[in-house]
């Protein structure tokens, strides 16, 4: 969730430390600081709480000068947003900046005032910094005595240490917590995600889990959990600086709604030939492997979830193979029954998410008959360590709110769910459906796109609702459910989801003249049903809000707002009908005025639990 950025060059680093701080501060934060030293080892050390543009002011009025350093922005888990709880955490020469939580801290932080050393924050990396200063008094280098350390370590880090007595090198240590290192000429420098070099590096090491490793300005060394020198792949990145710039959009996330026929048109290339399915990531063995296939579990979090919970109607109803999905800090803790051939799927946009990562750790031990990630980072934790993966191909995704990672991951999921049925049933016309379909699909979401005029134009009736309902049916639930999500992320407008179907069992108790209802009616089997549901809610004065299609047969009146969509084939319609919801959230934040693209108390990868 918070950003690393450590350099060891032999040059002035400051500069690179807060342009590196300011492309991560996508990930979430509410401080940021940065350590440098130079090679005489004098520490300067400047921390500001909020944005890091507040830094780099303070950064203009102070002499940092200094070859080595490290940075952070800080999402608060222990301690309040203060200055004082800030990263980096000294402990005479020792500094240190953390991703994560240490889980047993109070215990260290007792046994550590018992040898002498005062705390002056409330956090649990301060800990980190005193008890390798502690251990250091025993000898051995920096690498030796972090490697000493970390057992004493119960819980999730990804850290860079620095010892102002060596100025020449940063040691960093990685569990639970993405790093990754970036090899420069005559310089190197470590990251928590490879956007924050994209200026000074394109050859990157991804840390595995358990890795330990010591950068210098000419030299990397990487060793495994269990001590052993080890050599990782290096991977060069060809992403253009331009791919993480706001180019002619005023946001992040308005570009990247945007960006979605493209994304999909991406999503799709190579894999659709003559009506079937070709994934080249995956081998004989794999097509083998999701032949057996009689039963699909599915584990996410957040957006992610909500795209598994639309694909469980599509393989019950497409491929005739029982879904189940869970979110996956839920499973993470209980016990459960693996049924016979069960594939496990994770979902991701970042595939660094904590709580999915730790299930699918979970998944190896229970006899799962295989693991498969969809994910759009494709060196990511989930990728390397599943099974099977296919990738979103969404490009780099800078607005914590999700739009196109979620639409790609349909898209994935549904070609997926073709792919499969081809497998299992060579004559089955379920796959050519399916791949036919996905071809009209860019075209119809930039038809939808040309209505954001008009549904900027709807957002300024809700600029004074605290309150949305949104109502779906079958496949439409979980997107009033991600509907839901995205306004109550970006405007801070309290919005929640039900199926249509349940409102009678409690909600219509909110209705009201003042509380919006936001209704998902595609013309399919369910319209009769859901319209209803309408009924139910125009009875009690609700005002409604219908996104439906021509073919509907709703009209509007001074109760009801129609917002027409273009008519799609009915397995289509999950993926366009969140695409106007998208773009309404979008402009309902404009109109509060918040800080859409950085949500209050949210990151964009959430790496701890």
């Not at 303070?58 to 070859?67: P, S, V």
């Not at 690498?143 to 960093?172: H, K």
């Not at 979090?301 to 795209?307: A, D, L």
């Not at 609700?542 to 129609?562: A, C, H, K, P, W």
Request: hydrophobic residues 40%; proline residues 3%; glycine residues 6%.
């Amino acid at each position: 969730m918070c950003g690393i950025i450590g350099a060891v060059a032999q040059r002035d680093i400051a500069d690179i430390l807060l342009k590196g701080l300011c492309c991560l501060e996508y990930r979430g934060y509410d401080s940021a600081g940065l350590l440098v030293v130079n090679s005489q080892g004098q520490v300067s050390r400047l921390r500001r709480v909020g944005k890091v543009r507040n830094l780099i002011n303070a950064a203009e009025d102070t002499i940092l000068l200094g070859e080595t350093g490290i940075a952070h922005t800080r999402w608060a888990t222990h301690g309040q947003p203060e200055e004082i709880n800030a990263h980096p955490h000294i402990s005479t020469n020792i500094s240190v900046v953390h991703n994560g939580i240490i889980e047993n801290y109070e215990l260290l932080r007792a046994h550590l005032k018992k040898q002498g050393y005062s705390f002056v924050s409330e956090t649990d990396t301060e800990v980190i910094a005193h008890l390798v200063n502690w251990e250091q008094k025993k000898g051995g280098t920096l690498l030796e005595v972090v490697q000493r350390v970390l057992p004493f370590l119960r819980g999730t880090y990804g850290m860079v240490i620095l010892d102002s007595y060596f100025p020449d090198r940063l040691v960093a240590a990685r569990s639970g917590s993405p790093l990754v290192i970036g090899r420069g000429i005559g310089e190197n420098f470590i990251v928590s995600d490879p956007i924050a070099l994209f200026s000074v590096s394109r050859c990157f090491i991804y840390l595995e889990e358990g890795d330990v490793a010591q950068i210098s300005c000419n030299n990397i060394i990487i060793t495994d959990q269990h001590q052993n020198i080890v050599q990782r792949n290096e991977i060069e990145s060809y992403l253009e600086p331009y791919s993480v710039d706001k180019g002619i959009y005023n946001h992040y996330m308005q570009k990247e709604i945007y960006e979605q026929p493209a994304v999909i048109t991406n999503t799709l290339i190579s894999r659709c030939k003559n009506g079937c399915v070709y994934f080249e990531e995956l081998d004989d063995y794999a097509n083998d492997l999701l032949e057996k296939v009689q039963h699909i579990k599915i584990v996410a979090c957040g957006t992610s979830y909500h795209s598994g919970m639309v694909s469980r109607y599509w393989w019950e109803s497409l491929a005739h193979i029982s879904c189940d999905i869970e979110i996956a800090s839920e499973f993470r803790y209980r016990k459960s029954v693996v049924l016979e051939n069960s594939l496990f799927i994770t979902l991701s946009q970042s595939g660094e998410t904590a709580d999915t990562l730790a299930a699918l750790r979970l998944s190896k031990k229970m006899g799962y008959l295989g693991s498969l990630s969809i994910c759009n980072v494709l060196f990511s934790s989930l990728v390397r360590e599943s099974d099977l993966a296919l990738m979103t191909n969404a490009g780099v995704e800078i607005g914590v709110a999700s739009t196109k990672s979620f639409t790609s991951q349909l898209v994935l999921l549904l070609l997926l769910v073709a792919k499969i049925s081809g497998l299992k049933n060579k004559t089955s016309l379920v796959e050519k459906k399916i791949v036919n379909s996905l071809q009209e699909l860019p075209s119809c979401i930039e038809k939808v796109l040309l209505q954001n005029k008009l549904l900027s134009k709807l957002a300024e009736e809700f600029s004074d609702k605290n309150h949305v309902l949104f109502i779906g049916r079958g496949e439409q639930y979980p997107i009033a459910m991600e509907g839901a999500l995205k306004l109550k992320e970006i405007s801070y407008t309290h919005a929640e989801a039900y199926a249509a179907g349940e409102l009678k069992h409690g909600p219509l108790a909110l209705i009201d003249g003042n509380m919006p209802v936001i209704i998902l009616a595609p013309n399919n089997t369910l319209l009769e049903k859901l319209k209803s549901n309408i009924e139910e809610i125009r009875a009690r004065d609700g005002l409604l809000y219908v996104f439906t299609d021509s073919e509907s047969g709703f009209m509007n009146n001074d109760q009801t707002r129609i917002i027409l969509l273009p008519h799609i084939e009915k397995i289509l319609a999950p993926i366009v009908y969140i695409v106007p919801l998208q773009l309404l959230s979008y402009y309902v934040a404009i109109i509060k005025g918040t800080d859409l693209d950085k949500p209050r108390n949210l990151a964009k990868s959430v790496t701890v639990e």
